[in-house]
């Protein structure tokens, strides 16, 4: 082993650190295979010569184009051991939008789940320096294509641990964020920035050795693959991985499993509380319960609380480039701050500031900057846009929001998403929480039309409860009486479900695209 291995800590490290502590507990459940952590610890090893024999070399770009799997968690830490850097691929992307980011970084190996090959084949055939495929296999048996390289036939005999160079200051993995508004950034997160992160996830979101811990939300993001996933490998619980995260799929692996701590963005949390076997469901292990990737309607807040009176609930903020997680609202503050986004973890420094990079009063709208070692180092490739988000020796997250006297953060809508309507600033999400208060409504999205009047116009786009009637005119003078004027819907359009990606989140560009044009008030 290299003498540079003598004190360090890199994300490979915890694995085989836990798997030293707790060598027969299970560490991994993903379909039909279970893991020790002995055992995953040593398939970590295996994968790593594996792809090493395969040319992969310390800095080498490896994107992973997958829904979640046992191969998915083995290769995240066979990569980091090695000094490779990960690249995961959000996999409802298309293959131009596919093709762009193993383009653009620069990926050797492209590792790809079973049902998304002829994606990864398209997306490769876009001028990429993408050399080979390598077949991950599912949550569910399959086998591999004939002449394309799998997991199984790659893993090396010997399990010894790579002897690479590396220290916490190597990058880690570079993470797309989604370019709703432009082309994707890729940020450049060492290991020592996830790590940090790690060490905030465990002390203040409470994830412990004792979790048993479902992960549902896609690994390619970093809110699953590195507040959850990987803090709950250096805590050393049990960690349950699917990739199919269904309503009835959930419910059956939370009850099966006797889950005591799940992550899903709010929209998850609504499919579950919707769900006819919601309340038939055996849910009395779960203890812990977490949301975040977009804001939680106070209304349904309020709901958890009522039919899941005994699960804590936390509220997580960040962003990609904070690797991610920013700020915290704790159980214990929930009710008496709905809303909220609470205040910075202990590794992070946060803001909320104007213009002039001036702290902003009490009430007052302003941007949310981040001072942290959990920092991305920058966007790959990109230094004009790097300079741009660490102006004023901040990082700016490009969030809205106001601060209360005590620190607390409400966050108030991306810039984007603001809409100005006949002069007037209107922040989409005051809108979103007045129409969550009617009990026809159970999903919202508001967003800003053109209009030859107003420039924009509030226009609320509403899936209706089901069992429920509801008219547009209904919708906007319920907003009228508890808003002021400018700031009600001048339209409402009824939609069967709104458009998300895969981590949950409302994607508005989206929306605004479907309708900029539409005449009808239904979808």
């Not at 989604?178 to 465990?202: F, I, N, R």
């Not at 977490?290 to 009176?309: D, F």
């Not at 700020?327 to 701050?337: A, F, I, V, W």
Request: glycine share 8%; charged share 25%.
């Amino acid at each position: 082993m290299s003498e540079s291995a003598i004190r360090r800590q890199t994300v490979g490290d915890i694995l085989r650190r836990t798997a030293a502590r707790l060598p027969d507990k299970t560490g991994l459940v993903c379909g039909e295979v279970a893991w020790t952590y002995r055992e995953f610890d040593r398939i970590a090893n295996r994968l790593a010569n594996g792809l090493a024999a395969d040319g992969i070399r310390q800095g080498d770009r490896v994107a992973i184009l997958s829904r979640n799997s046992h191969a998915f968690a083995a290769m995240r830490f066979a990569l980091a051991r090695l000094g490779a850097v990960l690249v995961p691929i959000n996999f409802m992307l298309n293959a131009d939008e596919v093709g762009f980011i193993l383009r653009h970084s620069g990926a050797r190996r492209l590792a790809v789940g079973a049902d998304l090959l002829e994606l990864a084949r398209q997306a490769i055939a876009r001028e990429t320096a993408v050399e080979s495929l390598l077949w991950l296999p599912g949550e569910d048996p399959a086998e591999p294509p004939a002449g394309l390289a799998s997991f199984d036939a790659i893993l090396s005999p010997s399990d010894a641990a790579p002897d690479v160079a590396i220290d916490g200051g190597s990058l880690l993995q570079i993470i797309y964020t989604s370019g709703t508004e432009s082309a994707p950034k890729g940020a450049m997160l060492t290991h020592d920035a996830v790590l940090w992160q790690y060490v905030s996830c465990v002390a203040d979101a409470e994830i412990h050795g004792d979790d048993l811990m479902l992960h549902a939300l896609p690994l390619y993001h970093c809110a699953q693959l590195d507040v959850f996933f990987g803090p709950g490998v250096y805590a050393g619980a049990t960690n349950v991985i699917t990739g199919k995260p269904t309503p009835a799929n959930l419910l059956d692996l939370l009850s099966r499993y006797r889950v005591s701590s799940f992550f899903a963005p709010p929209s998850v949390w609504i499919g579950l509380l919707r769900d006819p076997g919601f309340d038939s469901a055996d849910l009395s292990a779960l203890a812990k319960g977490y949301y975040g990737a977009s804001i939680m309607p106070v209304e349904v807040l309020r709901e958890l609380a009522a039919r899941l009176p005994r699960v804590r609930l936390w509220n997580l903020y960040g962003q990609t480039e904070i690797a991610p997680l920013a700020t915290m609202l704790g159980p214990d503050e929930q009710l008496s701050r709905p809303g909220s986004a609470g205040r910075p973890v202990r590794n992070v420094e946060t803001r909320v500031v104007d213009d002039d990079m001036r702290d902003v009063g009490p009430g007052e709208v302003g941007e949310i900057v981040h001072r942290s070692p959990q920092l991305m180092s920058g966007y790959y490739k990109d230094p004009e846009r790097t300079a741009d988000a660490f102006h004023g020796g901040w990082f700016h997250s490009g969030d809205l929001a106001v601060v209360d006297a005590d620190g607390y953060i409400t966050v108030v809508d991306r810039k984007k998403d603001m809409i100005k309507t006949g002069g007037e600033n209107v922040s989409s999400r005051e809108v979103e929480e007045t129409l969550y208060g009617h009990p026809a409504v159970s999903e919202v999205a508001v967003v800003g039309l053109p209009d030859p009047r107003w420039i924009e116009a509030v226009t609320a786009v509403v899936v209706p409860r089901a069992g429920h009637e509801v008219g547009e005119d209904e919708l906007i003078v319920f907003c009228r009486e508890r808003l002021a004027h400018f700031k009600s819907p001048r339209r409402v359009i009824f939609a069967e479900a709104l458009p998300k990606n895969p981590s949950g989140k409302v994607l508005k560009r989206s929306l605004r695209e479907t309708f900029n044009q539409a005449t009808s008030t239904t979808l």
